[in-house]
């Protein structure tokens, strides 16, 4: 992928994030409860975010992920991220992560920036499998990523170390043919 692309729903434009978006991402990515199942610490100080967009920068770089930030259509100010990481393509599978700032929960934006996201995933990276690691203690995300067609296949123990502890994390996945039955029942 040489540019990086825009995909564009009905109330979201999900975008490239620039350094021009370090405040906003300081400004949710530093709530602890915005990151209280992201196996990070809450920012602290614009050089945070201007660390996360970098590693945006990188994995796009690297075509190990893609990241786009999620704004509003009249907006434009980034109020969380959605993308790929840890893609390889040899095995047509990424893993899919997202946030989103907290006066945002609830309206149906991460619903509808994953499910665009997964399409992309899908019909433009060619992928058969996207995964999702999810805390125990996460169940807005389980319940969104559910809602989404992804299935639980186990719980992963001690999978990460982030934050001074061992992580368990359920491992949820959607299979191509699983999104494409699901597009033919809506």
Not at 46 to 53: F, Q, V
Request: hydrophobic share 35%; charged share 30%.
């Amino acid at each position: 992928m040489k540019d990086f692309p825009t995909i564009e729903t009905e109330r979201l434009l999900l975008r490239k994030v620039t350094a021009e978006d370090a405040q906003d991402m300081l400004t949710y990515l530093s709530d602890p409860l915005v990151v209280k199942h992201m196996g990070l610490d809450p920012f602290e100080t614009i050089n945070d975010a201007l660390d996360e967009i970098e590693w945006y920068e990188s994995i796009f770089r690297e075509s190990s992920g893609i990241r786009w930030g999620i704004t509003l259509k009249e907006q434009g100010e980034v109020i969380g991220s959605c993308g790929f990481l840890n893609m390889t393509t040899k095995h047509k599978r990424s893993e899919v992560g997202f946030e989103l700032s907290k006066p945002y929960w609830g309206k149906g934006i991460a619903s509808e920036a994953l499910s665009a996201v997964v399409e992309y995933g899908y019909k433009q990276l060619q992928l058969e499998r996207i995964e999702a690691l999810i805390e125990p203690t996460n169940i807005p995300s389980q319940k969104l990523v559910e809602k989404q067609g992804f299935m639980r296949e186990g719980l992963l123990r001690h999978y990460e170390y982030t934050c001074g502890k061992f992580d368990d994390l359920y491992m949820y996945s959607i299979l191509k043919q699983d999104f494409d039955a699901l597009k033919h029942e809506r």
